[in-house]
């Protein structure tokens, strides 16, 4: 029994350590959820070379207007264009690398968040295999407690103490609270596992869209 109860507080600290991970993993996946960039100074140059080619429209090529007029701002134009988008090329190169760098770091999570699920739905099966036992061996304990034999209003079995008794109960009560812990700390697991999951596919789907933008 002891040796058991050793495997179930092991188990317990194993699923903590991975619930902590996975909640790191959480927190780090809807930070890089977060664009990189607004894009605002992509649009500003966008309106400025729409006004610049309306102008040049407007502008008929072979008179002195066409001749005469100064094509340094569009230059300059051009030149920042250029300019910011190997800038935000070059940050969403980074964005992209820690996207993927995430998913390979929680690829190996997911043998282990599942073992970890089945180990804790085994226990929870022999806990509860374990509690019928008990239970069962207090009924019987009871019944022969409130037997009456030889004008005794009581009768303990052969060997069976009180002490014996009170330790039955303990770990009873003990084995009712392991089995608690599991339910728990499967349903919080498994919490843990489709929320992974969800960002996940958030995140892939984020880096389709940046690829198709791209």
Not at 183 to 207: A, F, G, P, W
């Amino acid at each position: 029994m002891a040796d058991t109860i050793n495997n179930y507080i092991h188990l317990r600290k194993r699923v903590e350590d991975l619930e902590e991970k996975v909640q790191r993993f959480v927190s780090e996946f809807n930070e890089i959820q977060k664009k990189p960039t607004t894009g605002t100074e992509l649009e500003e140059y966008e309106m400025k070379s729409k006004g610049l080619y309306g102008k040049l429209l407007q502008v008929t090529p072979g008179n002195g207007s066409y001749e005469m007029m100064n094509h340094q701002s569009m230059v300059d134009l051009i030149g920042r264009c250029f300019m910011k988008r190997d800038e935000l090329t070059k940050i969403l190169y980074k964005h992209l690398s820690t996207i993927l760098e995430l998913l390979e770091r929680l690829e190996p999570l997911y043998p282990e968040m599942e073992t970890a699920s089945k180990e804790i739905q085994a226990a929870s099966e022999q806990l509860k295999s374990m509690q019928c036992r008990r239970q069962g061996d207090l009924w019987t304990l009871l019944a022969c407690q409130s037997y009456p034999t030889n004008g005794e209003s009581t009768l303990v079995p052969s060997g069976m103490t009180h002490t014996n008794t009170s330790m039955h109960i303990c770990q009873s009560f003990e084995s009712l609270q392991l089995m608690d812990d599991s339910k728990n700390y499967t349903q919080r697991l498994q919490e843990l596992l489709e929320t992974v999951v969800k960002e996940q596919d958030e995140s892939l789907k984020y880096l389709s869209s940046l690829n198709s933008n791209s």
